[in-house]
């Protein structure tokens, strides 16, 4: 759905904030990469679709700012 260059896009637009934010998202090395300026916190979670099974998933929430820790 989203290419490479939008999230860049995304990371740079983040940077010139000048408030606070948190932006949640699958935990992938090129997100990861692409965010790196920012703050990290790992989430891991189970994804399920109506009735299905659950699938076990990483999400990675990032922020501008120290979160608590465990806050998510």
């Known amino acids: 759905m989203f290419e ?7 990371a740079d637009q983040m ?9 949640s998202i ?3 090395p ?3 990469e692409i965010f ?3 703050r990290f916190e790992e ?3 189970k994804y399920t679709v ?5 699938t076990d998933a990483a999400e ?5 700012f120290e979160t608590r820790v465990g806050l998510f």
């Open 4 to 10: 490479r260059d939008h999230f860049q896009a995304m």
């Open 15 to 23: 940077a010139g904030i000048r408030g606070n934010f948190i932006l």
């Open 26 to 28: 699958n935990d992938r």
């Open 30 to 32: 090129e997100i990861r």
């Open 36 to 38: 790196a300026a920012f």
């Open 43 to 45: 989430v891991a979670l």
């Open 50 to 54: 109506s009735s299905g099974a659950a």
């Open 60 to 64: 990675l929430i990032i922020s501008n």
